[in-house]
């Protein structure tokens, strides 16, 4: 039986900047796994007529949809993001982080990820050209759902 102090693990999702391909993937597994997905983003998402799966909308602004996601986070949930600051907030709050091409933020990497992208973004500011990221492949894709499914796993 459930206690109402531990309520069942969740996912969130920075949804802003999150793939397409990677929410639906979270919204078929919110579905199979009878799992709560909560997409938080500054503007409106379309999300399928699911009791799984809902979205938040927040004012525009700097760090508003992440502020929401760290006050709301419990230990145990999932974040899916690819902000580094954010992932960086919430593993504090106990929470698991996942990047949407399927790489886990750890207490083991992440001040290493946040050293990078501060070194990554002073260059950007010193007028750098850095580049944007990689393409998006199915390798990520596939990359990624196999974490859910460990965590899916785990939760179990």
Partial sequence: M???????????VDADACPGVIREILFR?????????????????????????????????????DNEIVQRVAAGDLVVTQDIPLAALVLERGAI????????????????RLSMRNFMDELRGA????????????????AFANQLDRWLARRR
């Fill in 2 to 12: 459930e206690s109402a102090l531990s309520p069942e693990p969740q996912i969130w």
């Fill in 29 to 65: 597994a919110a579905e199979r796994a009878r799992i709560q997905v909560t997409l938080v983003a500054n503007q409106w998402l379309r999300t399928p007529g699911s009791r799984y799966v809902r979205a938040i909308q927040v004012p525009s602004g700097l760090d508003v949809a």
């Fill in 97 to 112: 982080a996942l990047n949407p091409r399927g790489d886990l933020y750890t207490a083991d990497n992440i001040a290493q």
């Fill in 127 to 142: 007028g750098v050209q850095t580049g944007g990221p990689p393409v998006f492949h199915a390798r990520d894709r596939q």
